[in-house]
């Protein structure tokens, strides 16, 4: 049976061990063959554990970290000041092969910077990239780079295509899953030259790709995979997230007008959760950091408890899955492609 | 009293005059003092203006134009081959001052390629843009550029910032419209360097700049302006409409579930409609585009009857309002001081 230690950054996010050691608790009643280490001051942790009834437990264990990352520290001064941090720490344990993965919730910046560093990047990778579930009407939408790569070439989309792919196939178990690389039209003649060129690459592999695809497509859900530079990727992630406020606002004032609303919002909230449901990001919590060596998982900032429990739950399908390994293989099946064509 | 005449491209659209005439016909109801005229095959829009008991108003007249473009059509096709068509025809009008704005349902690309090549841009300008009005918690949002221009200068950016404050300054009487430039953190540090060069232009304005904003801060109505390249600022609305079918596709289904919630549906249709209406694109339809000489109304292609009413009360606000001769006057005094300050 496969190895699964995971490393937790137990102090990283806006909550630290508050959240991280009871998400760690459910985490371990939820997936029975995974085994946990929580990485920070470990005289805190300890007692955050017994406060947890976890004392004891030898699926669970600590390493010390005397650091800590801040959520708005600059990336360079976490990777050339902070040697000790749990963050730090959680990804020297990859690289060390003493875990199969790693979570935290710290600094995004900062935990991508020094992932590369520590882990570098697989060959035939040049930049990893930020790949994320965003809800859709069909199911969900993995959507890459987050916000990793605010520039990219065409190689790089390229890149993040066939992880996407290889993610989307990991995670949700499709056999052949869509690409569609994010424009702003889907006739050919639309998108700047660098959109067009990294469409004609992605169409030359082996991945199923279905051409362009608009921002109304993510959450449509017209395709598994929406490929974008990071910036747009980002912005078109916050958009959503704002919309989703709107909408909440909105029912809030609406049910809140008068006794007669008060009331249907009461007997409504059956229908009221599951729109919640949905549009609640914690349910899609844990962004995969892609084309390292190296299975890295970012929850959010501020995810609460069961929010952090999916993060989890997606490096332990990762491990499952051997997902740097699978990337590695496209990659090098795909290069192996491209000089056979001549590109 | 200012003559207010708007020429309405008839033809545009996914449904033409079925939409344009009777459109046309609450206008002169709504609006008291404008007067209209139908741009397009005049033996049909005679027809269909004697069906809506429009024949011998006076408020209202015929235009014939023999030719319409294509939905689909390339821009560079419709401005070379399509010189009669109705959508030229009216902008040609706005040229010739015989109407006082234009408003078309039309081809996007084809109305902004054929508004600027018989319009031409302001002086200072050198690149209209597209303005839209979003939903947002705290009222609307103008955001701009909607996908007129993919790749954008800093300076582009700047004068976009110029002309979404005077817009949302003409149609809202904002006093001094608070604008924000999006980029993906609101750290310093973050974003590219021609974002980090249109901030400071912004900045060095008399404008009432609030710094970079998030895709969140759209729909969460941070600043009265959002400011963005053409590609960015289309995705990010795409992606809007994207979240907001989503939302109500599991409101849908989540009320069709069983007797009793599509017995709360019918009780909650209040509470429905009015997140509906937030959500409902038509009530904010029409875009401006800004930085031509004249006034170019853009309704979206599907647009129903109430929605294109809506585009031609924003074409009546904008020529009250002078919204070019008020841009031209801020870009002025814009170059003035950048002279002055050594930009």
Same mark, same amino acid.
């Given at each position: 049976m496969k190895q699964k230690i995971i490393a937790i950054d137990a102090m990283g996010g806006d909550h630290g061990p508050v959240v991280t050691v009871p998400a760690a608790k459910i985490a371990l009643d939820q997936i029975p063959d995974i085994q946990l280490i929580l990485v920070g001051d470990s005289a805190l942790l300890i007692q955050v554990l017994a406060m947890n009834g976890l004392e004891g437990n030898t699926r669970i264990s600590v390493q010390h970290a005397s650091e800590v990352v801040g959520m708005d520290e600059a990336p360079a001064h976490a990777l050339k000041k902070k040697k000790d941090s749990s963050m730090r720490v959680a990804i020297n344990l990859v690289k060390e092969e003493k875990v199969q993965a790693?979570?935290?919730?710290?600094?995004? &910046? @900062?935990?991508?910077?020094?992932?590369?560093?520590?882990?570098?990047?697989?060959?035939?990778?040049?930049?990893?990239?930020?790949?994320?579930?965003?809800?859709?009407?069909?199911?969900?939408?993995?959507?890459?780079?987050? &916000? @990793?790569?605010?520039?990219?070439?065409p190689q790089n989309l390229l890149e993040f295509a066939v992880m996407g792919s290889v993610l989307a196939q990991s995670v949700e178990g499709i056999d052949n899953p869509s690409v569609g690389l994010l424009n702003i039209g889907s006739e050919e003649m639309k998108g700047s030259d660098s959109i067009k060129e990294a469409s004609q690459l992605i169409a030359a592999t082996n991945i199923n790709y279905r051409g362009f695809v608009e921002g109304d497509d993510i959450y449509k859900g017209t395709v598994n995979v929406v490929v974008a530079d990071g910036f747009v990727g980002n912005v078109s992630l916050k958009t959503g997230e704002g919309l989703a406020s709107l909408v909440k606002h909105v029912l809030q004032t609406e049910f809140k007008r008068n006794l007669f609303t008060k009331l249907l919002a009461l007997i409504s909230l059956p229908v009221l959760n599951a729109v919640k449901k949905t549009l609640d990001p914690g349910q899609y919590n844990g962004a995969s950091l892609l084309g390292l060596n190296g299975i890295v998982v970012k929850s959010h900032g501020g995810a609460d408890t069961n929010s952090f429990v999916n993060a989890i739950k997606i490096a332990s399908i990762e491990i499952e899955n051997d997902v740097p390994q699978r990337i590695s293989h496209e990659v090098e099946s795909y290069l192996a492609k491209m000089v056979e064509v001549g590109l």
């Open positions: 790693c979570v935290s919730a710290g600094n995004t &910046g @900062a935990l991508m910077a020094t992932s590369k560093f520590v882990l570098k990047t697989i060959k035939g990778i040049s930049r990893p990239a930020i790949c994320g579930m965003l809800p859709a009407i069909t199911g969900q939408t993995y959507m890459l780079d987050l &916000g @990793a790569n605010i520039e990219c070439t």
